[in-house]
């Protein structure tokens, strides 16, 4: 079993910057995949990023160039570093690790984009 601990979200203005990170537990295997979700009120999951463990990432096609994901395959960590925040990208952010077993997610962090 895999567990995955999401921090760092929180209250930032419009044009901010903030970085998540997840830390996953457990049974880990050498290779997976580990990515970033979101899911705003009224709308369906949706791919942010992902990254293999070989360094390959992954964006949804909208937010290349703001968001960059990243992993520290020692720690069993990724990250996500989010700037020019807009008011749209307010969601809950799940962090999700997919290996040969299948698929794990995180509990999930709020991030909201207000004035």
């Known amino acids: 079993q895999v567990q995955l601990v999401e921090s760092g979200g929180g209250l930032v203005q419009p044009g901010g910057p903030l970085r998540l990170s997840c830390v996953a537990s457990?049974?880990?295997?050498?290779?997976?995949?580990m990515g970033w979700y979101r899911q705003a009120p009224g709308k369906q999951r949706e791919l942010v990023a992902s990254m293999t463990s070989g360094g390959e990432g992954t964006y949804a096609n909208s937010l290349k160039g703001r968001f960059t994901i990243s992993r520290d395959n020692a720690k069993n960590m990724v990250f996500l570093q989010m700037t020019s925040l807009k008011p749209e990208d307010t969601a809950v952010y799940y962090c999700?690790?997919?290996?040969?077993?299948?698929?794990?997610w995180g509990q999930g962090t709020q991030v909201t984009v207000s004035p």
């Open positions: 999700r690790l997919y290996d040969s077993r299948g698929v794990y």
């Open positions: 457990g049974s880990i295997f050498s290779r997976s995949t």
